[in-house]
């Protein structure tokens, strides 16, 4: 008799990332072909919840059979007493599955940009850094589609167009390190395979946490949600993440080539050109532009586009637009000139 159904379905999901993983580690192995690289590394990022759990037990049951070694890290944002003692528990579930190396990493979390970016931030940066430590060609994250549900409605409430519609990518990271195998599996499936073996699992207080955004969404707007129009809602917003997604590459393209256009002899941006490009395409164009003139690209907001747009499509004669990292945009006879002021 084969495995449950839900634990079958977490080992095809993270089967799949991992014979990706291979086939990047082998075409890169292949450019020094001289040395015999060793068997590739792939480490699970895991918080001792079901979604994490669940992908560290299906990570220890399929890397061993594609010769692959398999580690896990556990990160301790402690934000909570007896933080410590639980990333220790995660550690040592870790090992019983058979994971090597495993390491309880703590960190300090700051007060940018809120509570959860500012976890979210250090969390990120202890896993670049074990990653690097280690050699590992892949960190697995246990996001599901709820997850990427509950990221589309965020980015959806944030109103910042359709890059924020697209929710988390499959890869992403330097060098496509992060996989998230999960994106296309509910949360529900992670738990029913994570009781179906006994493994043990943590929640997250601050996951039923009201403070939390994101809590409240999982508690009472999805809910909601579902209620009102039927419970294909998570489904559809995953398949809008995945659309939207798509959309953004094929402009993010688009705007690169018209880039080149839309420069004259000097290399300065041509309004008339500009005026021409589809809303779309244009706004890309010229936040490409602010960020290369040394805007931080997490503060350069939809609205100082906007406002940058408006000396090509709405020109009264305005004056000079301050932007964020003391960017400065301004039209000159014809031309747009971003640069630092």
Not at 18 to 34: F, Q, V, W
């Amino acid at each position: 008799m084969g495995p449950h159904p839900a634990v079958a379905a977490i080992r095809l999901a993270v089967r799949r990332v991992l014979h990706d993983i291979l086939n990047d580690h082998h075409t890169s192995a292949e450019k020094t072909p001289h040395e015999r690289p060793p068997s590739p590394l792939v480490l699970v990022a895991c918080s001792g919840g079901a979604d994490s759990m669940a992908l560290a037990s299906a990570l220890a049951f399929e890397a061993p059979k594609l010769g692959i070694r398999a580690g896990g890290i556990t990160v301790d944002h402690g934000l909570q007493p007896g933080s410590d003692l639980r990333a220790d528990e995660v550690a040592l579930r870790l090992r019983e599955l058979g994971l090597d190396p495993v390491e309880s990493i703590a960190v300090t979390v700051g007060r940018e940009g809120g509570p959860e970016a500012a976890a979210r931030d250090a969390r990120y940066a202890a896993l670049d850094a074990a990653s690097a430590r280690h050699g590992a060609c892949g960190v697995l994250l246990g996001h599901t589609r709820d997850d990427q549900a509950e990221t589309v409605l965020l980015g959806l409430a944030r109103g910042s167009g359709i890059r924020s519609l697209s929710g988390m990518a499959a890869v992403s990271g330097a060098d496509g390190r992060y996989r998230r195998p999960f994106l296309q599996l509910d949360r529900q499936t992670a738990r029913k395979a994570c009781l179906v073996q006994s493994l043990p699992v943590w929640d997250d207080p601050h996951n039923a946490d009201p403070a939390y955004t994101r809590s409240r969404l999982r508690h009472e707007g999805l809910p909601a949600l579902e209620k009102a129009l039927g419970k294909g809602v998570v489904e559809a917003l995953a398949r809008t993440a995945q659309l939207s997604r798509d959309d953004a590459d094929a402009l993010d393209t688009w705007a690169r080539q018209a880039e080149a256009s839309v420069r004259d002899a000097a290399g300065l941006l041509e309004c008339a050109k500009l005026y021409a490009l589809p809303p779309a395409v244009r706004r890309r164009v010229l936040r490409q532009a602010a960020i290369e003139a040394g805007a931080p690209a997490g503060s350069l907001f939809a609205r100082h586009i906007e406002e940058v747009d408006r000396l090509i499509t709405g020109w009264r004669g305005q004056g000079a637009i301050n932007l964020p990292g003391k960017v400065v945009a301004q039209r000159q006879g014809g031309r747009l000139v971003i640069r630092q002021g």
